[in-house]
Every structure is written in structure tokens, then in C-alpha cells.
């Protein structure tokens, strides 16, 4: 919730950098990249949360703990290395798609121990 709220706060101070006013999303590159990112990240942010408990109550609390983590820094980078250019997103992007595919195998593998495991 801390990095939504951090991005959000970005998004608000581009804004009153570029003087541009809600509803509006366009203006300046450094403010349209500035949002998209956080609206990027809000969009991934309930995929994760939801791996994030599965994963931690099927699998295994500290694994998951560890991917989570590793997961904010990957969108952090994200977000930074996108408010400077557009290019500067794929390398952490591509980390933080390798590590909900994880989370992904991490929930399936607990859940099918857990109710499939005799």
C-alpha cells in the first residue's frame, strides 16, 4: 500500500509541476510516463496480492515473503526507470512478469500439496 501511495504522490507532483489538472492524462512525456507507470502498477497490484496470500498460506510464508519483496523492488525500479524513459521499464518489467509467474507456481504447488497430498 506504501509504494500505491508513493506512486500516486509522483503522479500528484507532476502534475503540479506540469500544471496539468484532473481529469486530464496527457501533457508533458515526463508526466504521461510518470502515470502510466503508476497506473501499471495499480493494475498489477491485486494479481500480485492475491499470489502473494495464496502462495504464503499453500506453499511456504518465507519463500513467498522473499518473492514479495523482491517483486516491490522490481516494480520500484519499474517505476523509476519509467518516469525517465520509456525504455528504462523492460529490464525490471520482465523481473517482476518472471517473478508472478513464480508466485504462480509457488500457489499452485501449495495448493495442490494441500489438497491433493494424502
Known amino acids: 500500500v506504501l509504494f500505491l501511495a508513493y506512486f500516486a504522490m509522483q ?3 507532476a502534475r ?3 500544471k496539468i489538472s484532473p ?5 508533458h512525456p515526463e508526466f504521461e510516463r510518470t502515470f502510466r507507470a503508476q ?5 498489477y497490484f491485486p494479481i500480485f496480492i492475491s499470489l502473494l496470500w495464496v502462495a504464503g498460506i ?3 510464508q518465507g519463500v513467498t515473503a ?3 519483496l523482491l517483486y516491490l523492488y522490481t516494480r520500484l ?3 523509476q526507470g519509467y518516469t525517465v524513459a520509456a525504455q528504462g521499464r523492460l529490464a525490471p518489467l520482465y523481473t517482476s512478469a518472471w517473478l508472478l509467474w513464480l508466485l504462480v507456481g509457488l500457489a499452485l504447488a501449495g495448493l495442490l500439496v494441500h489438497f491433493l497430498w494424502p
Do not use: L, Q
Open 66 to 68: 522473499a518473492c514479495g
Open 16 to 18: 503540479r509541476k506540469y
Open 23 to 27: 481529469p486530464e492524462t496527457t501533457g
Open 11 to 13: 503522479v500528484i507532483y
Open 39 to 43: 497506473a501499471n502498477c495499480s493494475e
Open 77 to 79: 525500479k519499474y517505476f
Open 58 to 60: 499453500f506453499f511456504h
